[in-house]
């Protein structure tokens, strides 16, 4: 069955510093990803996704994430930490296939950012 | 208005209540989903609707019942809600191709408060 571990429940960083959120999944096809970042009372805004290609994934606000298929994992990363980027980040695979694209999400990383 | 819209943003209503959300997407989508975000659960994908045909109900108690009158509209009508049905419920939609690759944009959520 599909899966996605977010291991850090709680994350805290500098502002300035460099980040990396880790995601492992497991999928027994080709997957379909996803990194959503959610702010406090909002909805979720998608950052990227990665369906096929570079496997090094290029996203709003400065955000970046590599797949990497012999880790099952797809880390987001970002250079220098803004304040604005205190959120909620969510990681989720998609089934792919026929159909829609159906999600299934890890629990989410809180990020706090110290100034 | 653009994106994915939710109104009300906050709902609180009685056990004994029937309230409606309304989801609308101005992206000309043929997708809509709702979710279910729970205080330390991972999003719930509740109901899909691909086409205006239901196409999926994650056994989801029939106290929530979805309607789809076009691919632009979704709501959610509740009656006789728990307390335990509390949470911030999201609205997506995404464009469904026969690859499966659509991605889902969000609403900002309903957050609702059962009494």
């Known amino acids: 069955a599909q899966s996605v571990t977010q291991p850090d429940i709680h994350i805290t960083v500098s502002e300035g510093a460099s980040l990396e959120l880790r995601c492992n999944y497991s999928?027994?096809?080709?997957?379909?990803l996803f990194w959503y970042v959610q702010s406090p009372g909002q909805g979720l805004q998608l950052l990227l996704k990665y369906f096929s290609g570079d496997t090094l994934v290029q996203g709003i606000k400065g955000f970046e994430a590599e797949f990497k298929r012999s880790q099952s994992s797809f880390n987001l990363r970002k250079p220098s930490v803004h304040w604005s980027d205190a959120a909620e980040y969510f990681c989720?695979?998609?089934?792919?296939?026929?159909?829609?694209?159906?999600?299934?999400f890890g629990a989410g990383t809180r990020l706090a950012v110290h100034p | 208005e653009t994106g994915v819209t939710q109104t009300p943003r906050h709902l609180v209503m009685g056990m004994t209540n029937k309230k409606s959300l309304k989801c609308e997407q101005h992206?000309?989508?043929?997708?809509m989903y709702w979710y279910k975000q729970s205080a330390k659960k991972p999003l719930e994908l509740m109901f899909v609707?691909?086409?205006?045909?239901?196409?999926e109900n994650n056994s989801v108690p029939s106290r929530f019942s979805p309607e789809c009158p076009n691919s632009s509209h979704l709501f959610l009508h509740l009656h006789t809600l728990q307390p335990e049905d509390s949470a911030l419920y999201l609205c997506?939609?995404?464009?469904?191709?026969?690859?499966?690759?659509?991605?889902?944009?969000f609403g900002p959520g309903t957050r609702l408060t059962v009494l």
């Open positions: 989720a695979v998609g089934r792919g296939g026929s159909g829609y694209n159906k999600l299934i």
């Open positions: 609707y691909s086409l205006e045909e239901r196409v």
């Open positions: 992206l000309g989508h043929n997708a």
């Open positions: 997506a939609s995404s464009q469904v191709f026969e690859s499966s690759t659509d991605t889902q944009y």
């Open positions: 999928y027994g096809a080709t997957p379909y």
